[in-house]
């Protein structure tokens, strides 16, 4: 069976036009517009995705967020008016996959669910150990990274912070995120020493370090590893 998207959504345009942009996909889609229709089709229906909309009439997207990380891990791409950095990180942080600002392109939301979906069918099979792109070949199980052909030393802790973003290719990490999951929770809140690290691994790493191509910076929430 193919994926079935719950679009949580109480503007009845917005939801119409994500479903009708998934529909011409072929992808299969249910609507909820309110957090208990939600919780409903969630718990009745074999929901895959879930494009979910914070501010609800009966409660807060966060809500269900959580909710659901107490029993699934199914990806949640967030879509919402709420543009601030600390809400985006907010969201993340409860466990939801991507975040898209309202007013978003449906071409910028079928390419992040491309992105999940990638993501998530790479979770059956075996851990995937060696990433190629354009200029960079990086041997996670090798520890090794070639960058144009050279091979480049890592400390420790840079390449677990690279292969942390590799294994989340196309997602943003919350600098909470990326913090705890290198260096436990000691350094909760050190994005300056999480932003040296990263200057460093973009000089060894990218072409022009002014303007990454492979660690993009979302400002004021984290980082995400891409192909731009
Ligand atoms: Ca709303």
């Known amino acids: 069976m193919g994926p079935l998207f719950l679009i949580v959504e109480d503007d009845l345009q917005i939801s119409n ?29 074999p929901v895959t995705t879930i494009i979910l909309d914070l501010g609800l009439p009966d409660m807060d997207g ?8 107490t029993f699934s891990d199914l990806p949640i791409i967030v879509v919402s008016a709420r543009d601030q950095d600390a809400e985006k ?19 910028e939301l079928l390419a992040r669910i491309r992105v999940i979906f990638r993501h998530t069918g790479a979770q059956d099979k075996e851990v995937q150990s060696v990433y190629k792109f354009a200029d960079l070949e990086i041997d996670l199980a090798k520890h090794r990274v070639m960058v144009r052909g050279k091979e480049v030393h890592f400390t420790p802790i840079e390449f677990n912070v690279l ?6 290719y ?7 995120y990326i913090l705890k999951e290198v260096w436990g929770s000691a350094l909760d809140n050190d994005v300056q ?22 660690i993009i910076t979302e400002v004021g929430v984290g980082y995400r590893f891409a192909d731009e």
């Open 17 to 45: 036009f994500i479903k009708f942009s998934l529909d011409s996909q072929g992808y299969s889609c249910l609507e909820a517009s309110t957090g208990k229709a939600a919780l409903n089709a969630l718990a009745n229906e």
């Open 62 to 69: 966060l809500e269900i967020i959580k909710k659901v990380r």
């Open 89 to 107: 990180v907010e969201a993340l942080d409860a466990g939801a996959d991507d975040y898209l600002t309202k007013p978003f392109s449906i071409k």
């Open 163 to 168: 292969a942390l973003l590799l294994k989340n």
């Open 170 to 176: 196309g997602k943003v990490l919350t600098h909470k």
């Open 193 to 214: 020493s999480l932003r040296v690290f990263m200057a460093n691994i973009r000089r060894k790493l990218e072409e022009n370090p002014a303007k990454p191509r492979y």
